[in-house]
């Protein structure tokens, strides 16, 4: 026979239509399939009956689902066999352990005299507050800290100023502002 030119091919595939399930379908196969993954013919009977689907639909959906099982469990043993795997390379590794023991007592390896430890506040802290106080609670406080800002000596002040300032001020202590001594 002649060979058949490739136009006649092209007429004699059909091309089939996608099935689109409804959600009454699907769940119809779902209850099945989780009875049996493989069901038997009559099985198949009664879903083609019950759903509308064709025979041939309804092989194809189970094998599909079965498919698609199996790759899932197979993706599943791989990431549980390199988790696995991760943990035993971990343990193979040497070094100080980084869980903290129990704590243990060196009562004669430490002598020393007790201190006391007293808070700081920085000088800017103590301004700022200051800052914040109304006009009319603090006016003429407020008019020496401006004044001493704006001759510039705020900039070049030493120590000393920065104390006899904090002293004028009224309810600030002198332990917010470091002496001499501490700069």
């Not at 590794?93 to 004669?108: C, D, F, K, M």
Request: with cysteine; glycine share 4%.
């Amino acid at each position: 026979p002649a060979p058949r030119p490739p136009a006649h091919k092209a007429a004699e595939k059909t091309t089939r239509v996608r099935t689109v399930l409804n959600e009454k379908q699907l769940h119809t196969l779902r209850t099945c399939y989780a009875a049996n993954p493989r069901p038997d013919a009559l099985m198949k009977e009664q879903l083609v009956e019950m759903t509308g689907l064709s025979p041939r639909v309804i092989r194809v959906w189970f094998q599909n689902k079965r498919c698609k099982d199996k790759k899932k469990s197979i993706l599943m043993k791989q990431l549980q066999q390199q988790q696995h795997s991760d943990k035993t390379s971990l343990q193979g590794l040497t070094g100080t352990p980084l869980v903290a023991g129990s704590p243990i007592r060196h009562e004669s390896a430490v002598q020393g005299t007790a201190v006391e430890v007293q808070t700081y506040q920085p000088p800017w802290k103590a301004l700022s507050e200051f800052a914040l106080q109304s006009d009319l609670e603090q006016p003429a406080a407020f008019q020496q800290l401006v004044s001493f800002s704006e001759s510039g000596s705020l900039g070049t002040s030493s120590g000393s100023d920065v104390t006899s300032l904090s002293s004028q001020l009224p309810d600030t202590p002198n332990s917010m502002v470091p002496s001499p001594a501490e700069t």
